[in-house]
């Protein structure tokens, strides 16, 4: 199967209708008493205890050189195995926080 990955930065996404807009405000004021969710199955506190965060979620990877700190390093591997992963890690928390914060 022949897939493709669009990807759109927040920047490049066309602006919202008036339309749109008054929609997502109509939305924003309903109360959720009114969210018909007879459909969805109530999630249990069983469901909770077995649920796994980014079970399916597979980011590919990309071979890469960076230049490091010395002691940044050092104090990276200094934490056991897994540095590369740990390296990883606070660059997605840094990069989830700036696309929050626009």
Do not use: C, H
């Not at 996404?13 to 339309?19: A, D, F, K």
């Not at 597979?58 to 940044?72: F, L, M």
């Amino acid at each position: 199967m022949n897939t493709k990955t669009v990807r759109m930065r927040m920047a490049d996404l066309p602006p919202l209708t008036e339309e749109e807009k008054a929609q997502l405000q109509a939305l924003a004021e309903r109360p959720d008493s009114e969210i018909d969710t007879s459909d969805i199955p109530e999630l249990t506190e069983e469901f909770w205890k077995n649920a796994v965060r980014g079970r399916f979620y597979k980011p590919t990877k990309t071979s890469t050189t960076v230049r490091i700190d010395s002691d940044v390093l050092a104090w990276l591997r200094s934490q056991g195995k897994g540095y590369q992963s740990r390296i990883n890690a606070i660059l997605r928390r840094e990069m989830l926080a700036s696309l929050k914060n626009g």
